[in-house]
């Protein structure tokens, strides 16, 4: 019984999407739909990866997840519960986002680390200097932790964010979205704007996160080797459609139809779905 249990918990879909579309220019002379009907499914723990042609509507589905935009249609399940039901503050928490180039604001890292946390007490204005010692104290702690997670040193809480590098930057981005304890977090090619050696650090603590932690992984990439490194499901997606969908690498190294084909062998772009 016990074991039963375990294995419904590990089959536990994490974040479900059903029949999601999203439309721009409704009422217009030319709507587009740039989401079409999409639905996937992720398991707690799991890695999926969106991948698809420049244009088809990656980031697009990724914002439609955490309500950065409102889907037209469909819905998104988190933990089996209908997420447009959840206070949007409580939805991105929950469903926390990485962008391709670290969105952090002027101040030092330890302001943008703990921001999260803060918002949620009440007390994001707060710098280091207006908190009482105690404060100071627990705040150095506790941002810290995050840091070594991601593989940055203590010394790095004071450091202003202007004197960061690309991929420290993007640390810090990982540690100021792993601060609000996540249950699903969203990848937006956090690798894209790193040189090789930034990327693979990235890569690796994804990797460690995904072996360590359940947290679950919704990321998209253009690079199919991170794909099939990191990923265990991945979808393709063309035109805001789901063309085709499996476990990785199988899905790329043996794929099961001729667009997946042509995508993993450089000749598909946006627009080819239609044709
Ligand atoms: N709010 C919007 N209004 C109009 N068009 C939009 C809107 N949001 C996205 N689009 C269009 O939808 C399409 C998909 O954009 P999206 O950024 O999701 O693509 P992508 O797959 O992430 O591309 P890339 O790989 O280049 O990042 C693009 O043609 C974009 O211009
Ligand atoms: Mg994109």
Known sequence: ??????????????????????DVGRGAAAP?????????????????????????GKSTLLRCLN??????????????????????????????????TAALFDGNVLDNVLYGPRLREGRAGDGMARGAAGDADSACAQAEGLLRRVGLPAAFCDKPVTELSGGEAQR?????????????????EPTAALDP?????IEDLLLQLAADTDLTFVFVTHNLAQARRIG???????????VDQGPLPAFLDDPAEDITRQFVEGRLQSGDAAQ
Not at 8 to 16: E, K, P, S, T, Y
Not at 197 to 201: I, K, L, N, P, R
């Open 1 to 22: 019984m016990g074991y039963a249990l375990r294995v419904d918990a590990h089959l536990q879909r994490r974040i479900a999407v059903e029949g999601l579309t999203f």
């Open 232 to 242: 265990d499901h991945g979808l393709l997606l063309v035109d805001g459609r789901v």
């Open 67 to 100: 309500r950065l935009v409102e889907p037209s249609a469909g819905r998104v399940l988190l933990d089996g519960h209908d997420a447009s039901e959840l206070p949007v503050q409580e939805l991105r928490r929950r469903v926390g986002m990485v962008f391709q």
């Open 197 to 201: 050696t930034a990327s693979q650090v």
């Open 32 to 56: 587009r739909r740039i989401i079409d009907d999409v639905s996937f499914s992720v398991v707690a723990g799991g890695v999926f990866t969106v991948l698809g042609p420049s244009g088809s």
């Open 172 to 188: 810090v981005s990982l540690a100021r979205a792993l601060a609000n304890e996540p249950e699903v977090l969203m990848l937006d």
